[in-house]
């Protein structure tokens, strides 16, 4: 078993992101033997990061675990030996410090990340919106896909599993002046 560690030194929810650097904020994987009653740590390559999501590519050998792990304020991170090492892996992600929040994987193995925003003001197409990539080689590179027209907070990402064309995208709603809007949960096919 594979767990996310998250932490943030002295920050209330869920703004934690607007009060303090991604710096400030600790966390890593976890890694137990027995079915979860222990846990040891698996991160000590990676800097001290808030993860916020792990991924397990059920395809790699079991001698050989390829994970993933979504770092808030870092990025997306690889490794191909079961945690013992980790690679940033942002190639084609835009900006520094991406909020990486959410993953999936759809059954030909192709990756999704979701960036999260970075502002609540309600401003729209601008460095501070959120975004959403796919990665078909591994997270080796990255694309950025086009979110629903006035989505900028993209907070979740599931891929069908009897159809990988099908993806459905939960976005958080943005402040406009005639009210919330643009929140919800939106099906590509």
Known sequence: ?????????????????????????NGGVAISD????NWRVASNDLPPTAATHILLDPAS?????????????????????GGATWTLQNRGIEGTGPFAGRMARDRDGALYLIVARRTEDGSYGNPGDGALYRSADGAENWEKLKLPEGVNGPNGIAVDPGNPNR???????????AGDGFGGIYLST
Request: proline share 10%; aromatic share 14%; glycine share 12%.
């Open 61 to 81: 050998p079991p001698s050989a675990r390829v994970l993933y792990v979504a770092g808030f304020g870092r990025g997306v991170f690889k490794s191909a030996d």
């Open 167 to 177: 993806l459905y995208l939960a976005a958080w709603r943005r402040a406009i002046p």
């Open 1 to 25: 078993l594979w767990g996310v560690m998250s932490g943030v030194h002295d920050l209330p929810r869920p703004k934690m992101w607007a009060r303090q650097s991604p710096e400030r904020y």
């Open 34 to 37: 027995d079915g979860g009653r």
